[in-house]
């Protein structure tokens, strides 16, 4: 019964690999195998890893990577990868993972708020479908513990020192523990006092430019960010209502935060 159930884990870790990712020339091999008294366990045990294997790649600008995204974009997303890697470790890719979180963590940038790329393709550069330039970009805050999490877990599993020795994962994590924390007001004394934020890419604006709203004006005017782009914003009213007086925008701004804007571009 627990083998079993450990197996079930696996396979709906495969399953979360294989049906994000689409076509691939570069096929890798694994010596997993897994047998269970159900034959549809097995069978989809077989296909998930077959899926999965067919859509790692090699040979490409960015290295050794495994399509981790929306189809058709040849790319793969900090928090699909961060989410796919203990099926990709299960298989045996333990090397792309790694080549990917740190294409991710060597990313990071002051010029961008402290956020990294929220994807990169095989040419190792940033998809145009969510980057523009590092004042117009699609981004969501969790990403950058995810990316630590899962840096964390595949240490764990692999006893790969590098995750903890590489200057450039040890540079991404200290300014995520402390920039990117002071940059976006998520330290445990400000983070229920803060302008909530929600983000959205409008389908209207899709290959033209994102839309934001006017809370982002309010956090420009009060410097607690200095570009507008990675985040569009709506305003978190349960979060205002405990937001000490001198905080707290107009209410005239809160009541506008609440709806989209109609600007095409975030760098306001």
Not at 135 to 155: G, T
Not at 202 to 211: D, L
């Amino acid at each position: 019964m627990a083998l079993e159930k450990f197996g079930r884990l696996h396979v709906c870790a495969l399953l979360t690999l294989a049906v994000s990712i689409s076509g691939s020339l570069h096929a890798a091999s694994s010596r997993l195998e897994f047998t269970s008294s159900s034959p549809e366990l097995t069978r989809a045990f077989a296909w998930a890893k077959q899926q999965a294997l067919a859509y790692a790649h090699e040979g490409d600008s960015v290295g050794r990577w495994y399509e981790a995204a929306l189809p058709g974009r040849a790319a793969f997303c900090m928090r699909d990868v961060s989410h796919q890697a203990m099926g990709a470790q299960a298989l045996g890719l333990a090397d792309y993972t790694r080549n990917m979180l740190l294409r991710f963590a060597a990313s990071i940038s002051g010029s961008r708020d402290w956020c990294v790329f929220w994807e990169i393709n095989r040419f190792n550069r940033p998809p145009p479908e969510d980057y523009r330039h590092d004042s117009h970009f699609w981004y969501c805050l969790p990403a950058n513990f995810d990316l630590v999490d899962a840096c964390y877990r595949m240490y764990r599993w692999s006893g790969d020192s590098s995750y903890l020795n590489n200057t450039v994962f040890q540079d991404f994590y200290r300014h995520t523990a402390s920039d990117y924390l002071a940059r976006w007001q998520l330290d445990p004394s400000r983070i229920m006092f803060r302008l909530g934020y929600s983000t959205f890419m409008n389908p209207s604006t899709r290959g033209t430019g994102f839309k934001c709203t006017e809370a982002i004006r309010v956090m420009r005017r009060r410097g607690a960010i200095s570009c507008s782009a990675p985040i569009c914003l709506r305003q978190n009213t349960r979060g205002l209502r405990h937001m000490p007086a001198s905080s707290r925008p107009e209410a005239t701004t809160v009541r506008r935060g609440r709806q989209r804007c109609g600007l095409t571009r975030c760098a306001v």
